[in-house]
C-alpha cells in the first residue's frame, strides 16, 4: 500500500488552471458510444441517527429496477463531516464522524436510473493519522464517469474511528478523484469508486467560495438547460472538509468547514446529461 503525505496543497491551483474549478466542458471522448437516454430520479433515503463523537453509516437503495449513477450525503450540523459516499449495488451509501456532544441526523440521496452503468475502483490507500490520501478510480475506454465518491469510512464504525474527512470528490473526465484527511487516531484505508456509462455527459462547476479559518460556506454548481445532474462533488484545500454533499433537481450543493489556518476555496462539481 502506498501513502501520500500532501502539504500545502498546490495541487487544487493546478487542476483549476486546468478548468477543472471553472466553467462547463464535456465528459470523457467524444466518440463515447452512445446509449439510450434514461430519466434519472432524486431518491432521498430515511434519516439516520449518529451519536456524539461516534462515527455511523446508513444506505439508500434504488428501486424497480433502477441502479445509482451518483449520490451523496445531507447533514444537520456544522459539526458532522463526510467520511464516505459511495456506490454498493443498487445502494448509495453515506458514512459520516459526529464531532459535537449531542446526537444528530443524516441522510443518504441516491440518483437512480434504469440507464446501465458500471463501477470501477481505484486501489486501496492506506491513511495514516494525520495523513491525507488521494485515490483516483478510472472508467473504461469509450465510458464517461457519471458520479462516485471515496470511501474512507465504513470499515470503523464507533467512537474514536472513522475520522477520514473527505476533502475532494469530483470528476475529472473518465475519472473520479477522491482525497480525505485522517483526523482520527488510527489508520484507515481509502479506496475510490467510479461509476461509469457510454452516454454523453457534461461537467460544470461553481465559482469559488471563500472560507475564512474556521468558517463553514456552500457552493452550489448548476447543470446547463435541459441537462439533469447525475452525480456531483467538490473540492478544495485538503484543509476544507466536508459536511455534505448532495444533488439538487437542477445541480449540485456543497457545505464544508475551513479548518486550515488561512482563508480557502471551496468548488463544488456537478456532472449532468440530458434524459
Do not use: K
Not at 500500500?1 to 487542476?15: K, P, Y
Amino acid at each position: 500500500m502506498s501513502r501520500l503525505r500532501l502539504a500545502a496543497f498546490g495541487t487544487v491551483a493546478a487542476l483549476c488552471a486546468t478548468a477543472l474549478c471553472t466553467g462547463a466542458s464535456p465528459v470523457g471522448p467524444e466518440s463515447a458510444p452512445a446509449q439510450v437516454r434514461a430519466p434519472h430520479t432524486i431518491v432521498v433515503g430515511a434519516p439516520s441517527t449518529v451519536a456524539p463523537h461516534s462515527a455511523s453509516t446508513t444506505n439508500v437503495p434504488c428501486q424497480g429496477g433502477q441502479v445509482p449513477s451518483g449520490g451523496g450525503v445531507r447533514t444537520t450540523s456544522n459539526g458532522v463531516f463526510l467520511t464516505a459516499t459511495w456506490p454498493s449495488g443498487i445502494s448509495w451509501v453515506g458514512d459520516v464522524y459526529n464531532e459535537t456532544n449531542t446526537p444528530q441526523t443524516f441522510t443518504p440521496v441516491a440518483i437512480c436510473t434504469s440507464q446501465n452503468h458500471t463501477t470501477r475502483t481505484g486501489t486501496f490507500v492506506s491513511v495514516g493519522s494525520g495523513q491525507t490520501a488521494i485515490v483516483r478510480a478510472v472508467c473504461d475506454p469509450g465510458q464517461v464517469a457519471t458520479g462516485g465518491g471515496p470511501n474512507a469510512g465504513s470499515r470503523g464504525t464507533g467512537s474514536d474511528s472513522g475520522q477520514a474527512y473527505i476533502s475532494q470528490s469530483s470528476d475529472i473526465g473518465q475519472e473520479w478523484v477522491g482525497r480525505v484527511t485522517n483526523h482520527g487516531p488510527r489508520a484507515t484505508v481509502l479506496q475510490t469508486y467510479v461509476r461509469c456509462t457510454g452516454t454523453p455527459h457534461t461537467a460544470h462547476a461553481s465559482a469559488p467560495t471563500s472560507l475564512a479559518q474556521g468558517a463553514t460556506g456552500t457552493a452550489h454548481a448548476e447543470c446547463g438547460a435541459g441537462e439533469v445532474p447525475t452525480g456531483g462533488g467538490g473540492l478544495g484545500n485538503p484543509a476544507v472538509d466536508f459536511n455534505e454533499s448532495f444533488p439538487t433537481a437542477t445541480g449540485w450543493t456543497m457545505r464544508a468547514t475551513n479548518h486550515g489556518s488561512s482563508p480557502l476555496d471551496l468548488f463544488a462539481r456537478v456532472t449532468c446529461t440530458s434524459p
